[in-house]
């Protein structure tokens, strides 16, 4: 009798909470049809309630979320992380180090659109709060840090943090399901082969990155290499760093911060509007390796696909530089033509830094 009041009053709740949606939503509902509502959630433009079985398509996923919430459900699977925008995308895994005090690493990359070092502070910290075992971060930065605020994010259905749906996800609900799915994705959805499929797939749940040929672009095509001038910056994102670098100090993480090499035209305008600045009050509580700069790589649109983004080819001499001998170091600035390329900045030295980059422009 006990068990079956219980039933009852587990029923009434339920019943209670699904009116209480109802009744909270019944605009969005009057506007929007169950049918269409089921076609938003069946189709899941950005993947957030595929989250354990990632479908690929023309829309980029929310990986943010995804990534996120896939490392919650598996604590323990990764100890070593990589966090950048989308331009990290390209640091493979077979460079990266498997030991760290002789410890072993298994490494994750979490990049993200256009993700900023706000989202990488959040999500180290929902690491953390969670048991998410940690023992080293490369984390990746660029002029995209100083043109974004993090207010941005809270309304991008595509890039909107963990955090932020997690803390309102009725919010965030409202407005995924009111997408009116693009004709493009529901054919993709509808003719989905997994086996097509599979290699990526299993690239994204073991590593987060994505293919690592090291080919050089070919057939270049220089359009893809223009970009507008943005001509405007947040000056204050560099204390984002400095909480990163904190948290990392105080939970005993090996923390490597590094900036993007960007292609020359990106790069040109990012010291127009500040960027230099910008390192430099970086630099005042954070060390970093600086691969911003203009050399025989970020010059050459060969190690680009377009203006934002570099190839593998360029990924790998990054990672070579970080985690190689002093003779790699010096053997990839000869080839960079550039003795500023990977140069470690900090407060002691910025200012001498700078000088350089400027003599370059």
Not at 131 to 136: F, P
Not at 161 to 167: L, M
Not at 177 to 203: G, M, P, V, W
Not at 258 to 263: E, G
Request: proline share 4%; net charge neutral; with cysteine.
């Amino acid at each position: 009798m006990k068990r079956i009041n219980f039933i009852l009053k587990l029923s009434f709740v339920g019943l209670l909470t699904i009116s209480v949606v109802f009744i909270k939503n019944w605009d969005f509902i009057k506007k929007n049809p169950i049918k269409q509502i089921h076609s938003a959630y069946h189709y899941d433009t950005f993947n957030v309630f595929h989250w354990k079985d990632i479908r690929f398509t023309d829309a980029e996923p929310n990986k943010n979320f995804i990534k996120t919430k896939y490392i919650l459900n598996n604590p323990k699977k990764f100890n070593a992380f990589i966090f950048g925008s989308s331009r990290v995308q390209r640091l493979p895994p077979n460079v990266l180090p498997n030991k760290n005090n002789g410890k072993s690493l298994s490494w994750y990359n979490m990049t993200s659109s256009a993700s900023i070092p706000n989202n990488h502070l959040l999500t180290i910290k929902t690491f953390l709060e969670n048991k998410v075992s940690i023992e080293m971060i490369v984390l990746a930065f660029d002029s995209l840090s100083m043109y974004s605020a993090p207010e941005n994010f809270k309304y991008d259905l595509m890039r909107c943090p963990y955090q932020v749906i997690t803390k309102d996800p009725f919010k965030y609900l409202m407005a995924y399901l009111n997408i009116d799915t693009d004709e493009s994705i529901k054919k993709a959805i509808d003719t989905y082969n997994k086996d097509e499929h599979l290699e990526k797939t299993k690239l994204f749940y073991e590593y987060g990155g994505n293919n690592y040929s090291p080919d050089l672009t070919e057939d270049i095509d220089l359009k893809r290499y223009e970009i507008e001038h943005n001509g405007y910056s947040q000056k204050d994102s560099y204390k984002d760093l400095e909480d990163i670098v904190d948290l990392c100090n105080q939970n005993k993480i090996k923390l490597i911060l590094i900036t993007n090499p960007m292609y020359q035209i990106l790069y040109r305008n990012s010291v127009e509007d500040g960027y230099l600045d910008f390192l430099r009050k970086v630099a005042q509580k954070c060390e970093f390796y600086n691969f911003s700069t203009l050399n025989n790589y970020t010059t050459d649109p060969r190690y680009f696909f377009e203006w934002s983004h570099y190839r593998s080819a360029l990924g790998i001499i990054i990672e070579k530089y970080l985690f190689g001998s002093e003779e790699e170091r010096e053997q990839i600035r000869r080839d960079a033509g550039d003795e500023l390329f990977g140069a470690k900045v900090n407060a002691q030295n910025v200012d001498t830094i700078i000088a350089g980059l400027k003599k370059q422009l």
